[in-house]
């Protein structure tokens, strides 16, 4: 009986070690299979975010292609009406939103509820606002100038990403051979996009000084695009930041994207709105309804499509600003062009030839995107191959 009780001990003590062993280890089948979860939700959420922004930007290309061939062209379409599109849809936003918050049980993973980036929210909204108007109000130039001239200025949002991100930032920017290269055949696939992307562009230049100050207002448009993606970034960042030190989180909930995206589309309609009135373009909404060649039921529905589709599209682009990169969520912004080159095409000129242009942008951008996700699954294999401590 005497020489039993000691093993007892013994044994309870064993027992007591292993799991507290078992929790500090960091190579425990336990934080493997946690690691390999969050490595499964972040690809999971990648390719629904391309395929979100890629499906969004396709539909909104196509619907405003439908409405600058229907339209009366012998009145001046609504220039602000057009860019108020791209942020007057959140409202719908609204309903994943609140799904999303009320069956979370976390709530303080919210980006308007973080201690450590509240404060700085105060100034970084409206910077966002005004960087989200202006790209809005800049990207309606391509109906002012040829879409060939077009294309070749607004790609340089590919390299401009980049350097805000480096220099005005700061942000984690990983420039390596892959990257570039993928930039490279972005680059080349958003140039040899020439065709069928944009009915309510001109053929020809309409003078020499117009034009100019018009590609001058395209370049605005990308720079601004660029500042956009690269501002956003920098505010996941910081948050992600926050998010590891207070609760140990690597990766914030998806929510963060659409409590942005609805805080600085709610700001920027009302200028929108107001711009719209104090232009006199609400004075034109009637009159272009009722020139509609489809009937004004057509106009309404088109209009209301293209507010959703760029919901759609601005959910997976920064959908992907917070999974991947700014620089990854410019790639497939450009990368689609050659798509919708195609369905355009498809849709609206049947007689129109797949010509050389479209194949080599088609190409050149399959391999854009294919470098930049083998890049992120290298980066995935080397930081598995990496000894834990």
């Known amino acids: 009986m005497g020489y ?15 799991p507290l062993y078992m929790e500090h280890g960091s190579s425990t089948p336990i934080n493997q299979t946690s690691d390999s979860n969050q490595r499964l939700k972040k690809w999971v959420t990648i ?25 009366n062209r012998s009145r001046r379409y609504s220039f602000w009406t057009q860019s108020l599109l791209q942020v007057v ?11 999303l918050v009320l069956s ?13 980036v509240a404060a700085a929210l105060l100034v970084l909204y409206p910077i966002i606002v005004i960087y989200m108007f202006c790209q809005a109000f800049f990207s309606n130039i391509k109906h002012r100038i040829p879409f060939k001239v077009f294309t070749l200025i607004y790609t340089s949002q590919l390299f401009f990403t980049p350097i805000f991100s480096i220099f005005i930032f700061s942000n984690k920017v990983k420039l390596n051979r892959w990257t570039i290269v993928s930039l ?39 720079v601004f695009f660029s500042l956009l993606l690269a501002q956003i970034r920098n505010i996941f960042e910081a948050f992600i930041s926050v998010c590891k030190e207070s609760t140990n989180i690597k990766q914030p909930s998806f ?21 719209v009135f104090i ?22 529905w088109t209009m209301v499509g293209q507010a959703v589709a760029w919901q759609i599209y601005w959910v997976g682009i920064v959908g992907l600003v917070l999974a991947v990169s700014a620089e990854f969520s410019n ?37 854009s995107v294919a470098s930049y996700l083998y890049m992120i699954l290298k980066e995935k294999s080397e930081d598995d191959d990496q000894p834990t401590s």
């Open 4 to 18: 039993n009780q000691p093993m007892q001990s013994n044994s309870q003590e064993q027992f007591v070690q292993m």
């Open 47 to 71: 390719i629904i975010c391309i395929i979100l922004a890629v499906t969004g930007q396709c539909i909104t290309r196509i619907l405003e292609n439908y409405y600058f061939r229907h339209r």
């Open 89 to 99: 849809g959140f409202p719908i936003l609204l309903v994943p939103f609140l799904l």
């Open 104 to 116: 979370s049980k976390k709530r303080k993973q919210l980006l308007i509820t973080s201690d450590g």
């Open 184 to 222: 490279i055949l972005a680059t080349l696939a958003g140039t040899f996009t020439l065709n069928t992307f944009s009915a309510g562009s001109p053929i020809i230049y309409n003078g020499k000084i117009h034009t100019f100050r018009v590609m001058y207002l395209a370049v605005c448009g990308a």
């Open 255 to 275: 929510v963060v994207v659409l409590e942005l995206l609805i805080f600085s589309f709610l700001y920027t309609t009302v200028i929108f709105v107001a711009a």
């Open 279 to 300: 232009s006199g373009d609400h004075h034109n909404l009637k009159r272009e309804m009722d020139g509609f060649s489809k009937g004004q039921v057509s106009y309404v």
């Open 331 to 367: 790639v497939i912004s450009v990368c689609t062009w050659p798509i919708v080159s195609v369905l355009v095409a498809l849709f609206y000129n049947k007689y129109d030839q797949f010509d050389v242009f479209r194949g080599i942008a088609l190409g050149a951008a399959t391999l």
